[in-house]
């Protein structure tokens, strides 16, 4: 049943705490999840193939998304629908095709330290098409912020020797990161949907892929042991990472999302410290002060106006709050997702570009 959104009821607008926390603890956890699986996979399957690896990991991500579904409440997100299809497929493609075809085409091109100098470049392409092609809005505080959580994470990656430079192989990891910068995008235009059945298929289906190439291109496959180690690995890694960060995106558009998720090398290199005995160096303690500094200055930025709020009619996941006044024939459980639409409405309050508030400046 279409529930219609009154611009009379006026529930309690959320408060700037409100507002602003939830979104990064998603993106950093995220970013978190992420990087702790890199010094993990690495201990349990050294010497295994870029693709089989990351094919593992997919396949667990969607394995694991799985077997959650009995266990998620029905009616809280709204499903995938026939429109989502094509979007969908270019974020498979762009996340989970072309970009690790193009990091596999530069990885032996490069050296390691230029292959990982280049890989930060995700982020600043994310916020630049966030930008410029998704009307998302930065302060200058904030891509200051931005600024310095990404220059941390070269410092991080910054590996002492020879920086050798193929201009195919630049080519081919500068293709790869503006690869996933669509797919980032590309996901939040997807934010409306249940971030984990858009996860499953983007996980199931990157996996099959990356999987059969490494095996055509003659990758070693892990024992058994390593094996299941890995696909649990990507359960976490990959698969919850993921669903946060679509989470997030959902919170604080693609563009502040992207800074938060580059904090994932310095995350990985504080398991690292304790899991392969490693020890922090002066520069990772400095680059993790100055990412700090940038998430913090990103969490504290402000940004609230008057906005006007077009009708609308589509179906979420939401609560009752001042964008959502409406009442329901029976009761009905918080967060939960049916069509509904919005009539005009305009007010003022701090906001973020979540799915109603990306509108032009």
């Not at 081919?172 to 939040?188: I, K, T």
């Not at 106006?305 to 918080?334: I, W």
Request: charged residues 15%; positive net charge; aromatic residues 4%.
């Amino acid at each position: 049943m279409l529930q219609r959104v009154s611009s009379r009821a006026s529930p309690p607008i959320p408060t700037a705490t409100a507002i602003h926390a939830k979104g990064p603890l998603l993106g950093l956890a995220a970013a978190a999840l992420f990087g702790a699986s890199t010094p993990v996979a690495k201990l349990l399957v050294p010497g295994a193939g870029v693709l089989v690896m990351a094919g593992l990991l997919y396949a667990g991500a969607g394995l694991g998304l799985t077997a959650a579904l009995p266990f998620r409440r029905r009616g809280a997100e709204a499903p995938l629908e026939r429109s989502d299809r094509t979007r969908l497929l270019a974020v498979i493609l762009s996340g989970g095709v072309v970009g690790p075809v193009l990091l596999v085409a530069g990885l032996g091109r490069l050296s390691g330290s230029a292959t990982s100098l280049l890989l930060n470049l995700e982020a600043p392409f994310t916020i630049i098409v966030a930008l410029l092609l998704l009307g998302e809005r930065l302060s200058a505080r904030e891509v200051a912020g931005a600024g310095a959580i990404v220059l941390a994470a070269a410092g991080l990656t910054w590996a002492p020797g020879a920086v050798r430079l193929d201009p195919a192989g630049v080519l081919c990891l500068v293709g790869a990161c503006a690869a996933w910068a669509l797919d980032n995008n590309l996901s939040q235009r997807l934010a409306l949907r249940d971030p984990v059945a858009v996860a499953r298929v983007k996980a199931l289906a990157a996996g099959a892929f990356n999987l059969a190439l490494g095996a055509a291109l003659g990758e070693r496959f892990p024992a058994e042991g390593p094996l299941a180690a890995t696909l649990a690995t990507g359960a976490l890694g990959y698969g919850a990472s993921l669903v946060l960060h679509l989470f997030a995106v959902r919170a604080v558009g693609a563009a502040r999302q992207a800074a938060y998720f580059a904090t994932g090398p310095f995350l990985g290199a504080a398991v690292a410290v304790p899991l392969l005995g490693e020890r922090p160096a002066l520069a990772q303690l400095a680059a993790a002060a100055l990412m700090a500094v940038g998430i913090a200055v990103i969490v504290r930025a402000r940004h609230g106006h008057p906005h006007r709020h077009p009708a609308e009619e589509h179906s979420h996941a939401h609560m009752h709050d001042a964008h959502h006044a409406h009442t329901h024939d029976a009761p009905s459980s918080e967060p939960h997702a049916h069509l509904h639409r919005h009539e005009p409405l305009v007010h003022e309050h701090e906001h973020l570009p979540d799915v109603h508030h990306r509108h032009e400046h």
